[in-house]
């Protein structure tokens, strides 16, 4: 099918892109990669009257590594943060966790930020997002700028706390500390589809190389990004030495997932234990050799 | 007309110019004329086809200033002022099939076509950007186009079989 008609615009810096918005109100939805706003226009689930175009505003174009993290302006296709070096020396989840998004013809078009506001709970970045506490930079006309932390921005599928008028400017993914390890591991009925099931980790170890913090942010596991705490499960416990299994039991527990044509609700929450264990455990395991490293020092 | 509650909209023409196949083109399009559509109805180039027209089949992938890219995921005017390549620029000015056409005609690579022009855009700049590529990045690399007839075994050959024989012109 094709979308409905809209009153197209172009703008070419943030400010008039913001002011353009504002006029639209609710009316107005942003085009930033359209990887998935163009599906929902095409399949008429959504018809915005205004379409605000932000291809041309080569000032949201940025990936920035600095302030012990990564920058990711509005601009930034998957493909770019993917590549970046700099990106994968400061937070090697974010390119672990692109890798799996989509393809590689979707991820030329796609934006990292996009995919966050886009928020659906199946999407990967929102998880990464999520378990690195990171935060989205949203602007309005008029009204500066407000940081939201990720635990405050996913409300809902396909829900975030942007509101109309809102564009979101960049979002921050937070670095690791030092001694610290990430992992993201999915299964998806085909590579590069939305993922069953999936969690992104992150572990942190103490002096003595016994797991400090252990966090978890789970994909399709309910409406937005679940995160859970499992520090106190893996009890301090040396790396190398951790009950897995009793990680994975944990996170079935907490967990409600839904089931649908593809995955019934046990499956789903018997495959997220399996899965949020793992990444915990190749977290765990990388912070070990983090610790290794010649280099030391965060990352 | 309006049934939902949206404001009217005008659906204004706007005027864009496309490089495509190296051939300066201008067209005059609604802002949500998709870039698939665009190449087929307005430019007459029906060489890029279109399967789902939501992202997944990969038959409408053109190269947008070199990468490919789903045309039927960009609207046209978003485009305006950049580079197209599709399905009909990959030959040569004689229509020489190029390296990546060859191999797919050599080693049986299609079987109706209607995938192929997807595959095609893919794979060249896929080989562009890895003249060597091993099984899995080849199969990494195709994983976003479907074919329904040839099963791609044999699509997988012709693509090691183009980065041979671009080594050979090389
Ligand atoms: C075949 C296919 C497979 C896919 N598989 C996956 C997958 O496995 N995992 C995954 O995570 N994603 C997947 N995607 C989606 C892809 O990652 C999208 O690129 C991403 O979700 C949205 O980014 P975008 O830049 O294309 O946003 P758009 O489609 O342009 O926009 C998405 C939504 O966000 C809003 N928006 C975008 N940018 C801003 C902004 N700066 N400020 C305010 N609002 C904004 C838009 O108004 C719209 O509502 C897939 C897409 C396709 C077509
Ligand atoms: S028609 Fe564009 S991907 Fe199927
Ligand atoms: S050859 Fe028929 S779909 Fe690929």
Known sequence: ??????????????????????????????????????????????????????????????????????????????????????????????????????????????????????????????????????????????????????????????????????????????????????????????????????????????????????????????????????????????AASDDWDAVARAVRDLIDPEGDIHATAGYRRHLTGVLAARALRIAAQEATEDRDDATGGPR | MKTDGRPAVSEALHEITLTVNGVVREAKVPGRRLLSDCLRHELGLTGTHVGCEHGVCGCCTVLLDGDPVRSCLTFAVSVDGHEITTVEGLSGPGGELSPVQRAFSECHALQCGFCTPGFLCTVTALLRDNPAPTEDEVVEGISGNLCRCTGYQNIVKAVHRAAELMGDEA
């Open chain 1, 1 to 238: 099918m094709k979308p409905s008609a809209f009153d197209y615009h172009a703008p070419r810096t943030l400010g008039e892109t913001l002011e353009v918005l504002a006029g639209a109100g609710p009316h107005g939805k942003v085009l930033a990669g359209g990887q998935s706003l163009i599906p929902l226009l095409n399949m008429r689930l959504a018809a915005p009257s205004h379409l605000v175009d932000i291809n041309r505003v080569t000032s949201l174009d940025t990936i920035a590594v600095r302030d012990g993290g990564v920058r990711v302006g509005a601009l930034a296709r998957h493909a770019a943060v993917e590549r970046s070096a700099a990106v994968a020396r400061a937070q090697p989840l974010l390119g672990a966790a692109l890798r799996l998004v989509a393809h590689p013809v979707i991820r030329n078009r796609g934006t990292v930020v996009g995919s966050l506001v886009h928020a659906d709970p199946s999407a990967e970045l929102p998880a990464v997002l999520t378990v690195l506490d990171g935060s989205v930079r949203l602007a309005r006309h008029g009204g500066g700028e407000r940081d939201v932390p990720a635990g405050e921005f996913f409300t809902g599928p396909l829900e975030s706390a942007t509101e109309p008028g809102e564009l979101a400017v960049s979002a921050f993914f937070p670095a690791l500390p030092a001694r610290a390890g990430s992992a993201f591991c999915e299964v998806a009925r085909r590579h590069g589809d939305y993922a069953m099931a999936g969690a992104a980790a992150v572990v942190v170890l103490d002096e003595d190389l016994r797991i400090a913090s252990a966090r978890v942010a789970c994909v399709s596991a309910g409406p937005v990004p679940v995160l859970l705490d499992m520090s106190e499960v893996c009890a301090h416990r040396p």
